[in-house]
């Protein structure tokens, strides 16, 4: 794996991870990072970073080719075809991504894994669940700003296969080459876009240089 800006490279698993290489991108993640961003910033910069790296994390989205009339003339051109895609958000710093993505393609549908990290074990433990339930036809990404020891995307992408998803693909703001790792040792297709590849976990599996806690920064709880 590599940090290569911009283009897709293979983790050691052989997934795909692309870490998108934007001078706007690189300066709100380092706004992010800041420990004197507070939370209203950090939330209004976690959506503007989202928009941005939807982009790439959506490139792949089904188009058709269809007719439509302008003020000079009639021709044809692409829009978004098959079922609305889904974005499915681990609670609770997901769904300041979800928000974003609705804004994008408001017409997605939305689902919610309810996970937190056991503060000793660092495991996740799921406690809520509400998926569309026809997921499994559906385009997904699973958004969450933080993937550190890839436990809580793992949870959740083993849910999204016991909803018969195809295998969704994964937007977060800042990963590490463990979370990666664990990602795709489990999950080897799920293709990963990131807005910062960052250089470790710590003794606590906090995601090095980092930002903290994702989910206390956007709302103000710690
Ligand atoms: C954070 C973050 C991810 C998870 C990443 O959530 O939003 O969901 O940690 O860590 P992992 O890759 O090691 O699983 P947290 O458990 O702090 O819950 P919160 O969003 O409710 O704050
Ligand atoms: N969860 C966070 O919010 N931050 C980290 O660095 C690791 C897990």
Same mark, same amino acid.
């Given at each position: 794996?590599?940090?290569?800006?911009?283009?897709?490279?293979?983790?050691?698993?052989?997934?795909?991870?692309?870490?998108?290489?934007?001078?706007?991108?690189?300066?709100?993640?380092?706004?992010?990072?800041?420990?004197?961003?507070?939370?209203?910033?950090?939330?209004?910069?976690?959506?503007?970073?989202?928009?941005?790296?939807?982009?790439?994390?959506?490139?792949?989205?089904?188009?058709?080719?269809?007719?439509?009339?302008?003020?000079?003339?009639?021709? =044809?051109? &692409? /829009? #978004?075809?098959?079922?609305?895609?889904?974005?499915? !958000? *681990?609670?609770?710093?997901?769904?300041?991504?979800? %928000?974003?993505?609705?804004?994008?393609?408001?017409?997605?549908?939305?689902?919610?894994?309810?996970?937190?990290?056991?503060?000793?074990?660092?495991?996740?433990?799921?406690?809520?669940?509400?998926?569309?339930?026809?997921?499994?036809?559906?385009?997904?990404?699973?958004?969450?700003?933080?993937?550190?020891?890839?436990?809580?995307?793992?949870?959740?992408?083993?849910?999204?296969?016991?909803?018969?998803? =195809?295998? &969704? /693909? #994964?937007?977060?703001?800042?990963?590490?080459?463990? !979370? *990666?790792?664990?990602?795709?040792?489990?999950?080897? %297709?799920?293709?990963?876009?990131?807005?910062?590849?960052?250089?470790?976990?710590?003794?606590?599996?906090?995601?090095?240089?980092?930002?903290?806690?994702?989910?206390?920064?956007?709302?103000?709880?710690?």
């Amino acid at each position: 794996m590599s940090a290569d800006a911009g283009a897709a490279s293979q983790s050691p698993a052989s997934g795909t991870v692309t870490v998108v290489d934007h001078p706007l991108v690189a300066h709100k993640v380092t706004m992010l990072r800041d420990v004197g961003t507070v939370s209203e910033s950090f939330r209004a910069l976690c959506t503007e970073i989202t928009l941005l790296t939807a982009y790439e994390a959506l490139r792949h989205l089904p188009v058709e080719s269809v007719a439509v009339e302008t003020p000079i003339t009639t021709t =044809r051109s &692409p /829009r #978004l075809s098959g079922p609305a895609p889904a974005v499915v !958000g *681990i609670l609770r710093a997901g769904l300041v991504m979800i %928000e974003a993505i609705l804004t994008l393609i408001p017409h997605a549908r939305v689902g919610h894994v309810g996970l937190y990290r056991d503060p000793e074990s660092h495991q996740p433990v799921q406690y809520y669940r509400k998926l569309p339930t026809d997921i499994a036809e559906r385009d997904v990404l699973l958004v969450d700003p933080m993937l550190a020891t890839g436990g809580s995307a793992v949870r959740s992408l083993e849910i999204l296969r016991e909803e018969g998803c =195809r295998p &969704p /693909r #994964l937007l977060s703001i800042i990963g590490c080459p463990e !979370g *990666i790792a664990a990602v795709h040792s489990a999950y080897p %297709e799920v293709q990963i876009t990131l807005a910062a590849l960052d250089e470790r976990l710590n003794e606590n599996a906090y995601i090095v240089p980092g930002l903290g806690d994702a989910g206390d920064r956007i709302y103000g709880t710690r």
